[in-house]
């Protein structure tokens, strides 16, 4: 059961042995590291970065939502009328009013629709797998009948804030969103009409 003498100077041994080859190799294996580090944060930037490289551009209309909630910081709060999960439910899912902590994380699709202005795009057929063709938003479901797209808040210049915070109380804001074949979307401006 204890460990002999023996048994402890090999251990020993073998410890240092290991030790002595990471001296060995300290800076290349530092060089390694620090190379690693730097990929996996290209790539988070990369990642983030796709629908700009590869998507379309649409016009997204603005919800208001209430105004003490619209600014923390330098940024707008965004709503859209598909913020929230259509009213009849969506398709094989069951209501998530009825269980809303079973549906937390669940992956949705909302697919988008010209409006008939030829501009603007609207919510069209919701499902819980990606359409297989046309323009739709990948998103997740965040509560009971809410859903996050990744397009909820938009950083604006400092002091340009209450233009944008009366733009959305009069309905006239209108998101720019770069949506990217897969659902992945960003927004890339902001547009008082």
């Known amino acids: 059961m204890f460990e002999t003498t023996a048994d402890q100077h090999a251990a020993s041994a073998g410890f240092g042995?290991?030790?002595e080859w990471f001296k060995a190799r300290e800076r290349p294996l530092l060089a390694i590291s620090a190379?690693?580090?730097?990929?996996?944060l290209a790539g988070m930037i990369v990642m983030r970065s796709i629908p700009y490289f590869r998507g379309q551009t649409v016009l997204?209309?603005?919800q208001p939502v209430d105004p003490r909630d619209m600014f923390r910081g330098d940024y707008v709060i965004l709503s859209y009328e598909f913020s929230r999960l259509p009213p009849g439910g969506i398709r094989d899912l069951p209501n998530p009013s009825t269980e809303p902590a079973s549906f937390r994380n669940q992956p949705v699709y909302v697919?988008?629709?010209a409006e008939p202005d030829g501009v603007h795009y609207r919510a069209g057929a919701w499902s819980t797998t990606s359409p297989v063709?046309?323009?739709y938003l990948?998103?997740?479901v965040v509560g009971s009948n809410q859903a996050e797209f990744g397009i909820e808040s938009y950083f604006v210049q400092e002091g340009?804030?209450?233009h944008?915070?009366?733009a959305i109380r009069n309905r006239r804001l209108s998101a720019e969103v770069t949506v990217a074949p897969d659902g992945q979307a960003a927004v890339r401006g902001l547009r008082i009409e």
């Open 17 to 19: 042995q290991i030790v």
């Open 35 to 40: 190379a690693a580090q730097i990929l996996v």
């Open 164 to 166: 944008y915070e009366e």
């Open 133 to 135: 063709d046309g323009l």
């Open 160 to 162: 340009r804030g209450h």
């Open 60 to 62: 997204l209309r603005v």
């Open 138 to 140: 990948r998103g997740t």
């Open 111 to 113: 697919s988008l629709v």
